[in-house]
């Protein structure tokens, strides 16, 4: 029996209250839908990405929706000196900011041969160098500031593998999560956490039409990579996340938690697609074993 309760908040109402938090990439898909959650638990929210318009509008609706603070502020993740007015520009607003959410991305579904140069470099410095240069700021005021924080890394299960056809995200997700894991031990000391979450099949609109346009999304069906055989549900990321940069989890550091309904279990082992062997079938393999054996 499918369980409907997966849509539901986890925590208390004021779980976050009098906290901040930061989300690149907050704008839209799982960024917007963390972000709205955050408010809901009492949390101030700083948003960003390249396009104000968007940021705007969804800063808004933000705030009508559940009450709470919402600061926009164009960034582009990949310039330093961008990321460093956001830092700016968010402790003027709200004073203090308690945790940072890296979930600006950028992918292409493509054989890597047709990939140019730029394009692949375009990735690389989205996910892996705009995480640095987020973790890099944010990280060295709250060193100086004697601030403990945590920093939430969006990631990938593709990137504990490797995956053809996305290797510039795998390979920039693979790096970001050695950036976790190492920071999570170097920056212990000053009370900063650095965790990362792996999502796997959420869809997000816009998202996933645009990585499979026309009837690709429909004949690529996640749900049959899925042992749970459904996708997650953006409330779901959303109660981890909060988890991850609440005081409950004050313990938890330099872990890369998975969340995708057991899929890339079962698609790591070589013999997973036997499922689609019939019964019928395993009854007759079971009788040439026994038949074997004597």
Avoid at 16 to 42: D, W
Avoid at 219 to 225: A, Y
């Amino acid at each position: 029996m499918e369980d409907n309760n997966h849509n539901r908040g986890a925590f208390r109402d004021d779980a976050l209250k009098g906290k901040t938090f930061v989300i690149t990439g907050g704008g839209t898909g799982l960024g917007r839908a963390m972000g709205t959650y955050f408010l809901k638990l009492g949390a101030n929210l700083v948003i960003t990405s390249r396009k104000f318009d968007v940021l705007e509008a969804t800063a808004k609706e933000l705030e009508k929706e559940t009450g709470g603070k919402v600061l926009a502020i164009a960034c582009d993740v990949r310039n330093y000196e961008e990321v460093e007015n956001l830092l700016k520009e968010s402790i003027a607003r709200f004073g203090e900011i308690n945790g940072l959410v890296n979930n600006a991305a950028g992918n292409f579904i493509s054989p890597t041969e047709r990939l140019s140069a730029n394009a692949f470099s375009s990735i690389i410095d989205i996910v892996l160098k705009g995480t640095v240069n987020c973790t890099l700021a944010f990280g060295k005021h709250w060193i100086a500031a004697k601030q403990a924080a945590s920093v939430l890394n969006i990631v990938t299960t593709y990137a504990f593998t490797g995956s053809g056809y996305v290797v510039p995200s795998a390979a920039a997700k693979g790096g970001v999560i050695s950036l976790t894991k190492s920071l999570a031990v170097e920056w212990g000391k000053y009370g900063i956490r650095h965790n990362a979450i792996a999502p796997g099949p959420f869809p997000t609109k816009g998202a996933w039409e645009r990585l499979l346009p026309g009837d690709l999304a429909e004949k690529f069906d996640f749900k049959k990579r899925v042992p749970l055989n459904r996708v997650g549900d953006h409330q779901e990321l959303a109660n981890l996340a909060a988890f991850l940069l609440s005081d409950f989890s004050g313990y938890i550091n330099g872990e890369i938690i998975t969340i995708d309904g057991g899929e890339w279990l079962q698609g790591a082992g070589q013999f997973n697609d036997l499922k689609e062997i019939p019964d019928k079938m395993w009854d007759s393999l079971e009788e040439q074993i026994r038949k074997t054996k004597k």
